[in-house]
């Protein structure tokens, strides 16, 4: 008999979203944005330049960054700007506090 365990895979993203223009203080468009992708579902942990967020799928992932930048035009910025990067590992169990465990 086979031995099968069950892997938790899933996709770290480091989400960066912001408005242009709206001047120095920018605190209630991340506020929204970090609403926006906590209500999408996914697991947000904010930091001091970034969020990172975890999720099972990319289109999770995708969904939720899109609800971020939306969450900003909806407080009316004209303008923003958002970056994303992805760490989708497969092979071992992912995720960001494993991360952080390997390097501490």
Known sequence: MVNIVSVLKMIIAELITFPIGEGT?????????IKALIDAGVKATPGAMSTVIEAKTLDEIFEAAKLAHEAILKLGAKRVSTSLKIDDRRDVE????????AIN
């Open 25 to 33: 203080s920018l605190s209630k468009y991340v506020k929204a944005a």
């Open 94 to 101: 992912a995720t960001a506090e494993r991360k952080l465990k």
